[in-house]
């Protein structure tokens, strides 16, 4: 199974999507959906499957803006919404253990570069580090993967 976390939100983004999904073997099954994941993993019981989470930094990208609502960031509690957050990554962790499919979770290093000029991005930086720390922790492996390279770290 592959989970999608990414939402289309305009023309641009909908090209992007489609481009990934004419991509994708025929024969894999596809799932769009961005929160409540553990359900989805909770439901795989087969141990001959294989899930392809793509991605969680999407995921909380999306998770943000749902709990931001049409505020504006500036005016976010950001430490609530990491709650929020962490209440998902938890219960997401406990399914993956839990399931007995081979799980791959994608995700994206953002706390290697500078520290950002505003608000949103310091805190999506470090909300989405604090997630990665969280996952790798629970995870049996954990691999870098840079220029298509990889490198085991766990």
Known sequence: MYIATSQIFDEEMAARIQHHRDGRPAHWRTTERWQHLDELITAANDPQEA?????IT???????FALGGDSDPDS???AAMEQS???EIRSLI???QRCPAKIVLVTNEVGMGIVPENRLARHFRDIAGRVNQRLA???DEVWLVVSGIGVKIK
């Open 94 to 96: 406990a399914a993956c």
């Open 137 to 139: 922790a629970a995870a």
């Open 58 to 64: 999407t995921m909380v990208t999306n998770l943000l």
């Open 85 to 87: 957050i962490e209440g």
């Open 51 to 55: 899930i392809l989470l793509e991605c």
């Open 76 to 78: 976010w509690d950001y």
